[in-house]
């Protein structure tokens, strides 16, 4: 096992649990219902939530590190696919990395803003950070869509070339699923029945991709 494998693996878990648990934990979120309450709620604990954009760019950072280590791993089976996969999983995290700073960070100031207002002023506030968590959302769909791309040209090098077929299979029909479903969301603006089905097997893949790098690969 060589260290690059070994932080890949370690990478794709970690890069779960950032998103999955801490980044939740600190109030980051990716939908918000009642915006009024969310802008006061982030005034309330600004430090928090400014630790929570801090933690959701290192949390990019690792996603653009993971490609670049599967790509000193794995890119010698087929060079065109691992910079398929490289350069789409970089784009990915600097797509993440744009939206974080520019609407999470607008949020922020939006809501230090709100705070002090009053009347037509508050709604107007609250209009605009609706609209950009709107735009928010469209650009994290559009980061998945790079996912799907990235993640598919490296699950197929895991099944062609007999590294891993079974959890290959499983990256594709995750690709296929999540690059669809928010393609759709991206475009359209909606969502798909389909959507979470595609999350959960995406989630499966990345669990278990991660686990066979760090332990048996």
Same mark, same amino acid.
């Given at each position: 096992?060589?260290?690059?494998?070994?932080? #890949?693996?370690?990478?794709?878990?970690?890069?779960?649990?950032?998103?999955?648990?801490?980044?939740?934990?600190?109030?980051?979120?990716?939908?918000?219902?009642?915006?009024?309450?969310?802008?006061?709620?982030?005034?309330?604990? #600004?430090?928090?939530?400014?630790?929570?954009?801090?933690?959701?760019? &290192?949390?990019?950072?690792?996603?653009?590190?993971?490609?670049?280590?599967?790509?000193?791993?794995?890119?010698?089976?087929?060079?065109?696919?691992?910079?398929?996969?490289?350069?789409?999983?970089?784009?990915?995290?600097?797509?993440?990395?744009?939206?974080?700073?520019?609407?999470?960070?607008? %949020?922020?100031?939006?809501?230090?803003?709100?705070?002090?207002?009053?009347?037509?002023?508050?709604?107007?506030?609250?209009? %605009?950070?609706?609209?950009?968590?709107?735009?928010?959302?469209?650009?994290?769909?559009?980061?998945?869509?790079?996912?799907?791309?990235? #993640? %598919?040209?490296? #699950?197929?090098?895991?099944?062609?070339?007999?590294?891993?077929?079974?959890?290959?299979?499983?990256?594709?029909?995750?690709?296929?699923?999540?690059? &669809?479903?928010?393609?759709?969301?991206?475009?359209?603006?909606?969502?798909?029945?389909?959507?979470?089905?595609?999350?959960?097997?995406?989630?499966?893949?990345?669990?278990?991709?991660?686990?066979?790098?760090? &332990? &048996?690969?």
């Amino acid at each position: 096992m060589s260290i690059e494998t070994w932080l #890949s693996g370690f990478l794709f878990l970690f890069i779960l649990v950032l998103y999955l648990i801490l980044l939740p934990v600190l109030g980051y979120k990716l939908e918000i219902d009642d915006m009024d309450t969310e802008l006061q709620m982030i005034d309330k604990d #600004s430090k928090r939530f400014q630790v929570s954009i801090g933690l959701a760019l &290192f949390h990019n950072a690792c996603v653009i590190m993971l490609a670049i280590m599967l790509f000193i791993a794995f890119g010698a089976y087929n060079p065109i696919l691992g910079m398929v996969w490289t350069i789409f999983r970089i784009g990915e995290g600097l797509i993440l990395s744009y939206n974080d700073i520019k609407n999470y960070g607008g %949020l922020l100031n939006m809501a230090r803003k709100y705070s002090g207002a009053s009347g037509a002023e508050k709604t107007s506030l609250s209009d %605009l950070a609706r609209t950009m968590t709107k735009t928010k959302s469209s650009l994290f769909a559009f980061a998945m869509i790079f996912w799907s791309i990235g #993640s %598919l040209a490296f #699950s197929i090098v895991l099944v062609a070339y007999g590294v891993n077929p079974i959890v290959g299979w499983i990256g594709i029909v995750a690709s296929v699923l999540v690059g &669809f479903s928010d393609g759709i969301l991206f475009v359209k603006h909606k969502k798909v029945i389909f959507e979470s089905i595609g999350g959960l097997v995406a989630l499966l893949f990345e669990v278990l991709i991660g686990v066979w790098l760090l &332990f &048996f690969a």
